[in-house]
């Protein structure tokens, strides 16, 4: 997560995207740094409000009191499109400037659409000369040393069991593990640690974090727990009701997938995140369990362990077939009652004597 100094020195067009807002504050801070433009020869834009034309011509100006004259560009996904007239323009600056685009997380706009824009402007800024700052999720390990570095700065102790529990927590997102650590060291203020008991606590789960552990329960074949953490997820007072279980089912249906997937790879007696080749071949590109974070894998992994294959594909069945009733394909009383009811029944598959794990 350290930017290439040599490489920004020999470009005047920067873009930074990617998942994690955290490593993006981290990569502007440090290219800001690095130019050290006086306020004078500093403008900053919305990508939506003024055009690329604006944004060249503002960085072309001759800097007054530095040697780069830098502009900001915020918010970049919110322009689209680029003529190829516009693309010619940012290869086209002089050396004397330098033009920071930063894609910033826009709050309407989908994961898929957000992954399609910032390939687009990575390849115009690239073919413009530029240089592309992807702040892209790093893997847990990474997490993990990033929560513990941030810990021992602010004081406390932070032991790997304990950095790789919020990791989980956080559905591995950096971004949102550092926003929860900032809530733990307030929590934690006169403590000389903070444990995993505090964690629990006070760190908000991620959507994937609970899902996860409704999957782990229903593996489990435990129908209580999984009713109640049902219970935790949505609100019956909520308006949005029935489309917060479908976007449960939609979430479990995700998870049983790559539980399958595991199941696979177990039943020719490999660890599921050391599937071979040829079996991941085999498998969707979407959900593949080769693609997902490692702290997932190994959770996936280990309820899968859990499980029969033909528990699992009963679960799917299940799955498909409350999909129908909250769609109205299939009878049912209320949104609530199909969840449920899918749950029991999934539980109740891997309860039975004829799906044991072999």
């Known amino acids: 997560m350290k930017v290439n100094l040599k490489k920004l020195s020999e470009t005047n067009i920067v873009l930074i995207c990617g998942a994690e807002s955290f490593v993006r504050r981290r990569y502007l801070s440090e290219v800001q740094h690095s130019v050290e433009a006086d306020e004078f020869d500093t403008e900053s834009f919305l990508a939506n409000e003024r055009s690329v034309d604006e944004w060249v011509s503002a960085a072309a ?27 010619r323009e940012l290869g086209s600056l002089p050396s004397s400037a330098m033009l920071i ?17 910032n390939k687009k402007w990575s390849g115009w800024v690239s073919k413009a000369g530029g240089l592309v700052l992807d702040a892209a999720s790093p893997g847990q390990d990474d997490v993990v040393k990033a929560l513990r570095a941030r810990a021992t700065e602010a004081g406390f102790g932070l032991s790997n069991s304990a950095a790789k529990l919020l990791a989980e927590i956080c559905g591995g997102n950096l971004s949102r593990a550092m926003d929860e650590m900032e809530k733990l060291e307030a929590y934690c203020n006169g403590k000389s640690d903070i444990v995993e008991a505090d964690i629990q606590l006070v760190a908000t789960p991620s959507p994937e974090w609970n899902i996860f552990r409704l999957v782990d329960s229903v593996a489990a074949g ?13 609100t019956p007072t909520s308006k949005a009701e029935q489309s917060a279980y479908r976007n449960i089912v939609s979430r479990l249906a995700r998870q049983f997938r790559l539980l399958y997937q595991a199941r696979t790879a177990i039943d020719r007696g490999f660890a599921p995140s050391r599937a071979p080749a040829d079996l991941v071949a085999l498998w969707p590109d979407s959900p593949s369990l080769a693609k997902e974070q490692g702290w997932l894998q190994d959770k996936i992994g280990t309820a899968a362990g859990k499980i029969s294959t033909e528990a699992c594909l009963k679960c799917l069945e299940e799955l498909s077939d409350a999909n129908a009733c909250l769609n109205g394909l299939l009878p049912s009383a209320n949104a609530m009652e199909a969840v449920e009811l899918l749950l029991i029944r999934c539980s109740a598959h891997v309860r039975s004597p004829k799906a044991s794990v072999r």
């Open 61 to 87: 100006t001759v800097p007054f009191m530095s040697e780069k004259r830098v502009v900001l560009v915020r918010h970049l996904l919110r322009k689209e499109e680029l003529k190829d007239s516009e693309a």
């Open 101 to 117: 685009l930063v894609a910033d997380d826009e709050a309407n706009l989908e994961d898929t659409k957000a992954s399609q824009l």
């Open 222 to 234: 435990n129908t209580a727990r999984a009713l109640q953490q049902l219970k935790s997820l949505v």
